[in-house]
């Protein structure tokens, strides 16, 4: 695939699935049936074509001819006409296969007993499309990795008339009823990327991932859009609104959230099943709790008397439920609820779960596992509807100003201890306007509060060598946050 595309991207017609097929863009019906109009059979029909429903509908090979979205960056103004190349050039999905073929995935292959990575259903389920078609892809569609097919969905059924002006008049649904994906705004967005990004009922990495080699996942949707290279024009997109980088951010953390808990919710019905059915049960989920908590790096450094003072797990012996994703869901309520009418939301439902694990965190009964199970269905209902509220309102204006944060850490100190709740801080006061603006690597505000923010970003970095947050101090980290100066917009 590799070689197919690089020979595409140059305009020579390599031998690979797209030139089998007509390049499709170039193709102008005269007569057009468009789907819901007079004419239309279910399948659509436009101008006596039908879908080839042979031609494999994910594969890049299919969008990524010089004529359509191959074409080259230099001296072309219209994006859309080179998305495959800066997805080919810039995107890591694209590299998403190769990586399991490193020498890592294949060490993390070996100790899972899963054979090869790149044959593996466990890995290629996120490292590829495999998970957009029912029937096993053929190697060099899965060599695409995460491709065109991951997000925008299986074309076979609508690239054949999506380049047509009538395509613009045709609904989401109507658009959705095809196979097209609606990805033009926050929320259709964010839940596209989360099975991959946080995980699912059909896909996870868990503790034993982990353990094996694999990035533990800590998701933010609007930080990790802005690190992703764009294919597409902001005009007239999501990008050109005004709060997008609010928007993305709270949206973003309300559905992750509304994921979290849905993902303990499974884990939690398996157990519980596992348990009655008399067979071998997981539970907890290591990956789901404080890492550091039970992970201390040994050796003198971290025995020093005065990293312990500095960071101490605020429960001994008892790791925290989720430190990621609850401090998104405190920060959450603190920063997105119009001042005045702060209601307990979804970062006190987060915290009651916690609660279900206190004492005894890792004790599996038939009562606590329901117990759990029906914290976490609340609190993916809370966060569910908290997201879709959200994604109504017409402007969403996020108050990450110091003296909101500052009220936050004086209710859940222990919280703030943490330095996932930390980097949460950080992403917060940069999604509200403090930092970088919304899909640009440009700095938004005022050098001051950039350079502030930047040796935030700097203090929260692991020291060299050292793979734990063991130099974290959380008392400076606070001290630190609050003489960032922030723009007017951002303060009270
Ligand atoms: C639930 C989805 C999911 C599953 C299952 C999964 N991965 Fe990943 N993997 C990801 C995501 C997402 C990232 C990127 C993490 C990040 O940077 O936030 C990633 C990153 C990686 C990386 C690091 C890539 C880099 O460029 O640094 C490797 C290597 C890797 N995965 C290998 C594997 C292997 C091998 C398997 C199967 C044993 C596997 N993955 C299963 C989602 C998944
Ligand atoms: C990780 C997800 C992802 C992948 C992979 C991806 N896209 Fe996109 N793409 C998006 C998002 C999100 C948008 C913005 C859509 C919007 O706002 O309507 C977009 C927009 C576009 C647009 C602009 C659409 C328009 O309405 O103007 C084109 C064209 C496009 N993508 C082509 C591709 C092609 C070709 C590939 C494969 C080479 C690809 N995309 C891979 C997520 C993805
Ligand atoms: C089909 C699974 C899948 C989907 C859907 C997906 N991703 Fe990814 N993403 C991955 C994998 C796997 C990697 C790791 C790739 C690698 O490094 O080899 C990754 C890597 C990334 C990275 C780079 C992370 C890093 O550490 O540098 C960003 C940014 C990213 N994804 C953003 C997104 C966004 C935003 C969306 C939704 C619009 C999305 N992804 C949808 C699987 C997916
Ligand atoms: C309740 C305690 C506990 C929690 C919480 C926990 N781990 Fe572990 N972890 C262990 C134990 C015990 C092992 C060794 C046995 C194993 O491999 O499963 C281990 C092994 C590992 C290993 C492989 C051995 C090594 O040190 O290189 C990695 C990596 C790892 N964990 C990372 C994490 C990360 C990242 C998190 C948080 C997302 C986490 N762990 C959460 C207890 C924990």
């Known amino acids: 695939m590799r070689v197919c595309a690089a020979a595409l991207f140059a305009g020579i017609v390599a031998p690979c699935a797209a030139e089998t097929t007509p390049a499709p863009c170039i193709v102008r019906s005269p007569d057009l049936t468009l789907p819901g109009q007079a004419g239309a059979g279910d399948a659509a029909t436009l101008g006596g074509m039908r879908p080839d429903r042979s031609a494999l509908g994910v594969s890049v090979a299919s969008c990524g001819t010089v004529s359509c979205h191959g074409g080259p960056k230099a001296g072309n103004h219209d994006v859309q006409s080179f998305a495959f190349t800066i997805w080919m050039n810039d995107d890591p999905h694209a590299r998403a296969y190769e990586v399991l073929h490193e020498p890592r995935s294949r060490r993390m292959a070996r100790s899972l007993g899963l054979g090869e990575a790149h044959r593996a259903q466990q890995c290629l389920a996120c490292h590829s499309m495999q998970s957009e078609s029912r029937e096993p892809l053929p190697p060099e569609v899965l060599a695409d990795g995460v491709g065109c097919g991951s997000c925008h969905g299986d074309s076979s059924r609508w690239q054949h008339i999506h380049y047509f002006p009538e395509w613009k008049q045709l609904s989401t649904p109507q658009r959705e009823s095809l196979g097209y994906r609606d990805l033009s705004n926050a929320s259709t967005r964010v839940q596209n990327c989360i099975p991959c ?37 902001p005009a007239g997109k999501a990008e050109s609104q ?96 119009p001042s005045g009418q702060d209601r307990p939301g979804v970062g006190t439902a987060a915290v009651d779960i916690r609660k279900v694990f206190e004492p005894e965190w890792s004790v599996a ?3 606590r596992l329901d117990r759990v199970l029906l914290e976490a269905r609340g609190l993916a209902r809370a966060a569910g509807a908290s997201a879709r509220e959200l994604a109504t309102r017409e402007r969403i204006v996020l108050d990450a100003s110091h003296h909101r944060l500052d009220a936050l850490l004086a209710d859940a100190p222990p919280e703030w201890r943490f330095w996932d709740a930390a980097v949460q801080t950080l992403l917060v006061i940069e999604a509200a306007g403090g930092g970088r603006a919304a899909g640009s690597r440009q700095a938004a505000a005022p050098g001051q509060t950039r350079q502030a923010i930047e040796e935030l970003r700097e203090s929260l970095r692991f020291a060299p060598g050292v793979d734990s947050p063991r130099h974290f101090d959380p008392v400076r980290f606070n001290l630190d946050r609050a003489a960032v100066p922030l723009p007017a917009h951002v303060q009270p």
């Open 197 to 233: 990004h946080v995980g699912d009922a059909s896909r996870e990495v868990n503790h034993d991932l982990i353990a094996a080699g694999h990035p533990r996942l800590s998701f933010e949707f609007a930080a990790y859009q802005r690190l992703w290279p764009r294919h597409w024009t």
């Open 365 to 367: 009964d038939q009562e």
């Open 242 to 337: 005004a709060d997008f980088a609010q928007r993305s951010w709270a949206v973003g953390q309300a559905a992750t959230l509304e994921a979290v808990a849905s993902l303990l919710a499974v884990r939690a019905e398996r157990a519980s099943e596992a348990i009655a059915a008399e067979r071998p049960h997981r539970w907890p989920e290591l990956s789901e709790f404080d890492c550091y908590a039970c992970h201390q790096t040994l050796g003198p450094r971290s025995s020093a008397a005065g990293h312990a003072a500095r960071f101490q797990n605020p429960f001994p012996g008892q790791p925290s439920w989720q430190p990621w994703y609850v401090s998104a869901g405190r920060l959450l309520e603190a920063a997105a609820s």
